[in-house]
């Protein structure tokens, strides 16, 4: 079996390395058209704080590891087309015949409609290593950066340059940050906290109309001008709307469709992390889930369905955790914003603990769940002291449908360096307020 993967990004590496265990006769190779395998899409964020020495270490894997697993990696080599018909695709140097073809060429973080996608010297975005390494110097010399949506990427970014003594312009067009993943109010502590940092400026509600170069960037907003020596936009990644893409059946966002075994319109033919809309567990409706670990995840499921189709694949729930600004933040499942997404009334619980009995390190938990049930269907956690890890046992208990009076029982571990008398989820369905459950 011949199975070629596009894309040396997280989907691909897991599909193709899950693929060379369970087909060890297969060929298996992948088509990258960058010159570099595995780089981290923070990699550009991880050198500048000093956590990668150089952008080339900023790689979950590489060439060497992959061929040592007998993977073949054709580097600097787009894919251009395919004919799925045919069982052929065509890259810049060359066309080939595969048994089994899968899609995991991602997604772009696209520049805005601002004026400035026509200018040479200028790169929107760091996902990529050839972008962040363009960017880089850039990023080095500025001593003032705006920077175009507050979403995950953009906060970790400001929270980067903030660090590094730069002046921070955040411009976001809804009224608060992370709103995908956070409630306005859960936020508050955090958000007010931030108000103290000196060289970091927000422009909530806010759009950009346009942006000019001419020494300097100059951003136009509704109402007035940020000057800055760079600019950048951390907005939504989508797909890219390749000429190869149109071969298949894609949704309105540009997506790939595929069915539950990740195989798109086209026999022998899957598609993987940030190209597809995915199933989220706790709605009636997919969604688009550009994540790392949905990535990983749909590239293995592929992987075990390129014979047989033998694996669902259950998509995700957007579970993110991260640092920014010396804060912890994490979340998984629905947020009470979003109630409007499930068919059945919600209900929320919102508490404050202290991390542990030797630290009063504030924890600020919500909780969001089915009125009628008690089903837990989402939790955000925010505090300085790093509580990233809870929210992983939190997703596990949304995907298991566990009620609010289940968590009562659950087991957990008692330290005292290190955990409060009651678990958070323990205490979410006792009536107690903040502080301790009893
Ligand atoms: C700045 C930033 C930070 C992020 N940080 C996080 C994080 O901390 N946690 C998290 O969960 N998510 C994060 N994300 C989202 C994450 O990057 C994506 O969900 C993830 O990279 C998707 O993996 P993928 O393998 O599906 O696609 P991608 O990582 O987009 O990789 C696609 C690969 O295909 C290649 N390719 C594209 N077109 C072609 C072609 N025509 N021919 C050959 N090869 C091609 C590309 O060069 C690339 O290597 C971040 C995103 C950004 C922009």
Redesign the pocket.
Known sequence: MKVYI?????????CAMHARKLYPEAEIII????GI?G????G??LHLQDKFKSLDDAVFTTEEQLNKQHIEVKLS????DCSPDKHEIT?TKSTYHYDKLVL??????KSLNIGLENDDEWDP????YDLSHKILPKIQKAQTIAIIGAG??GM??ASTFVDLKKEVHLIEAMDYPLFKYFDPNFLKPFLTDLQKIPNLQFYFNTTVSEVTENGHYEIFLDEQKITSDYVLT?VN?HP?L?Q?AKRFQLHSDNTVQTDNYLETSAQDVFA????IHSPIRIREEGAY????????R??VVAAENLQQTRMKFKGGLRT?G?KIFGWYLASTGLIEEEAFVYSNEIATKSFTQSVSLVDDTPVFCKAVFEKSSKKLLGIQLLSQANCLEKINTAALAIESQVTLTELMQNDYFFQPEFTNLMEPFNRINMESGDQNAF
């Open positions: 596009i894309g040396a990004s997280f989907a691909g590496v897991s088509i990258e058209k960058n395998v780089f981290l899409p923070g550009l964020l080599e787009p894919l251009l890259t995991a060429n991602g997604s772009e973080q975005s760091f996902k990529n995950q990427a970790e970014a951390t990644v890219q390749a190869f993987v992390g940030d190209l889930l550009p994540q790392i670990n949905h990535a990983i749909s590239g993110i991260t």
